[in-house]
Each structure stands twice: as structure tokens, then as C-alpha cells.
């Protein structure tokens, strides 16, 4: 069964940067799509970014255009999540996840079966 482990996370500066990996044991990640996901306190999970396995497509929420880029080493079987200008309202913890299937379905948590246990991003002075 596919397994999906994060990490990356830190605290930062506002307009700082991080870069977050999604590992994956169990099985391969190619053949899966992989999403990432945050959740900040007190709030939903709220959908960040995804990309498919099978053309690479990407999708962003709309507040993440721009700032944070998802790319994908199916040779290393990880993703990461580069995010630049980060802002106190980014902070959470972030979780990656996959549906079934190789694209990308509708950044929603109910879309996805299989969820890391994030790591947690902190932007802060």
C-alpha cells in the first residue's frame, strides 16, 4: 500500500522560502497523481497544489499561482513543493496525498485516499 511521508517544513521569514518533499514507500509513485494539501489551526484542509502522473499536468489554488511550484522525480519517487514568498497566512501544516488514479482530481480532501502525516510550516518574524 502506497505510504507517504513529508518533510521540509521549518519556520521562516515572511518572503522567505521552503521546499517540501513527499516521499513515498510502499509502492511506486509513478502511476499516482500526488496532491498537496494544508491545514491551518483551527481551519479545513484546504487544497494547494496538484500534479498528475500521467502528462505531468499541474494545478494550483488560485492564492498559490505564482509563489509555489510542484514538480515531481518519479526516479527518486518524490515530490516537492517549492514555495516562494511565503506569507504568515501560508502557515500550517501541509500534507501530500494521493487519489486513485493518475490525475489529478478536484483539490478537494474527499478526492484523496492516501495522506502523509505533514509536516508544519510556520511563517513568522
Known amino acids: 500500500q502506497l505510504q507517504l511521508v513529508e518533510s521540509g517544513g521549518g519556520l521562516v521569514q515572511p518572503g522567505g522560502s521552503l521546499r517540501l518533499s513527499c516521499a513515498a514507500s510502499?509502492?511506486?509513485?509513478?502511476?499516482?497523481?500526488i496532491g498537496w494539501f494544508r491545514q491551518a489551526p483551527g481551519k479545513e484542509h484546504e487544497g494547494v497544489s496538484c500534479?498528475?502522473?500521467?502528462?505531468?499536468?499541474?494545478y494550483y489554488a488560485n492564492s498559490m499561482k505564482g509563489r509555489f511550484t510542484i514538480s515531481r522525480d518519479n526516479a527518486k519517487n518524490t515530490v516537492y513543493l517549492q514555495m516562494n514568498n511565503l506569507k504568515p497566512e501560508d502557515t500550517g501544516v501541509y500534507y501530500c496525498?494521493?487519489?486513485?488514479?493518475?490525475?489529478?482530481?478536484?483539490?478537494?480532501?474527499?478526492?484523496?485516499?492516501?495522506w502523509g502525516h505533514g509536516t508544519r510550516v510556520t511563517v513568522s518574524a
Open positions: 496525498a494521493a487519489p486513485y488514479g493518475s490525475d489529478c482530481p478536484r483539490l478537494e480532501f474527499y478526492e484523496y485516499l492516501y
Open positions: 510502499g509502492s511506486t509513485l509513478d502511476g499516482y497523481a
Open positions: 500534479i498528475s502522473s500521467s502528462d505531468g499536468d499541474t
